[in-house]
């Protein structure tokens, strides 16, 4: 039996069942735990081949370093974080540990090229299913506060936002498998992907969703302009068509977008003229938010207020810094102060910087380069969207980190076979 070719399959199937979540449609599923089952067994199966082919349970690379550091501040965090509830397991630190740990194990098991490969594309089909939900729901006109359409109640996408937030996050990834099949149904295919999501972040109303789909745009365009100019018209048709298509309410709001980012960046209140629209008291709200949570990492900037921590034991001085701010680095500094804030930083870089690492020295390997570029445009969505999630350290963030800190392994390791295969060593 190979033990380490089934540990990545059981890990792959973590993943799928990550990202779908098919207890949520199917209740009988809740009592088998068949997330932890698989990861468990993913684990133990793991460590027999370490075991079996005498190699190292876990791979140093700089996603691993971050996800070990982030553990052993978020475990202190809930001893010294000065308003932590219960220094014993909570939702928060539950969720930090699972993510981490999906971390470690994808780049200790993603040891070869094809296997981060496969790992993308595991979760590419897994997110198939978020389409098809935004699809029938759109169809069937499931929308809520005007024309926005319903999140597909699963994990992050439970709200129009967060489905906005990782169809971006993923977009990049429809477009390396439109970029890399071989069949013409299969690109199609991909290339309809692609635009669903783009169509369903329009129909989400999200604004979050389009200044990331925007700051998406400022690096494919040119990108698409020099190597697939065909695509690129054909892809800036459709959207010019299928815009004005969405519900009038969500483009009356992508309008405001001007008006926001001028009143968020400069702090100054418009006057009022009349009764506040819910879209005006949602972005006075979030900069109210920001602002007293700025104000309490400042107050206690080393480790925070607890990752768990009991909001009423500072609402009195910093009301608004309670509940989700929706800016996940002010999330994490909230949590664990500017330790957290660095934890935080840490694996976009790894991924933003390792992205661009991997495209230029992947260039012999133009498939690899081009999931170098792509893992860079999903940290860019990762930054952009981030700026406005309220939920640090989520799956698909540190999953793409693992990805991209295994690809820099692997691509160093095959650059010192080559040096010594030139030297004459082996």
């Known amino acids: ?251 009356r709001r992508f309008k405001t977008i001007p008006q926001s980012f001028k009143t968020f960046f400069s702090g100054e209140q418009r006057e009022r003229t009349g009764p506040l629209s819910q879209d005006d008291q949602s972005a006075e709200e979030r900069q109210a938010k920001n602002r007293d949570t700025w104000a309490l990492i400042k107050e206690y900037p080393v480790f925070g207020v607890g990752v768990h921590s009991d909001a009423n034991h500072y609402k009195d001085r910093f009301p608004m810094a309670t509940g989700q701010v929706h800016c996940e680095i002010l999330m994490a500094g909230r949590m664990m102060g500017s330790i957290g804030m660095i934890l935080y930083v840490w694996p976009m870089a790894v991924i933003l910087l390792g992205g661009g690492w991997v495209r230029k020295n992947a260039a012999h390997w133009p498939a690899v380069s081009a999931m170098g570029w792509t893992l860079r445009l999903q940290g860019v969505a990762l930054v952009v969207g981030g700026a406005f999630s309220p939920h640090p350290w989520h799956p698909p963030m540190l999953l793409i980190a693992g990805c991209t800190s295994a690809l820099i392994l692997n691509l160093r390791a095959e650059q010192v076979r080559d040096m010594e295969a030139r030297a004459g060593w082996r």
């Open 1 to 251: 039996m190979n033990f380490g070719l089934w540990a990545f399959r059981f890990l792959l199937w973590y993943v799928c069942i990550l990202f779908v979540q098919p207890q949520n449609r199917f209740t009988f599923l809740w009592p088998l735990r068949i997330a932890n089952l698989s990861f468990i067994i993913a684990t133990c199966l793991h460590v027999l081949a370490c075991l079996e082919e005498r190699r190292p349970l876990i791979r140093l690379g700089p996603a691993t370093l971050s996800a070990l550091v982030l553990l052993v501040f978020a475990t202190l965090s809930q001893h010294v974080g000065i308003y932590q509830i219960t220094s014993g397991w909570n939702p928060t630190i539950d969720y930090i540990v699972k993510n981490c740990l999906l971390l470690i194990m994808v780049e200790a098991m993603a040891y070869s090229v094809e296997r981060v490969w496969a790992v993308q594309m595991t979760t590419l089909f897994a997110t198939l299913w978020w389409i098809k939900g935004g699809l029938r729901l759109s169809a069937m006109g499931a929308t809520y506060s005007g024309d926005r359409l319903m999140g597909i109640a699963v994990s992050m996408i439970e709200n129009p936002n967060g489905f906005a937030f990782v169809m971006c996050i993923f977009l990049p990834l429809y477009l390396y498998a439109y970029q890399q099949a071989t069949r013409r149904w299969v690109r199609i295919s991909f290339l309809a992907c692609a635009l669903a999501a783009v169509w369903i972040i329009f129909e989400t109303g999200s604004r979050t969703g389009l200044v990331t789909l925007i700051a998406l745009g400022i690096f494919l365009v040119p990108y698409y302009g020099r190597h697939r100019w065909k695509t690129l018209i054909l892809v800036a048709t459709v959207i010019v068509l299928i815009f004005p298509m969405t519900g009038e309410k969500n483009i």
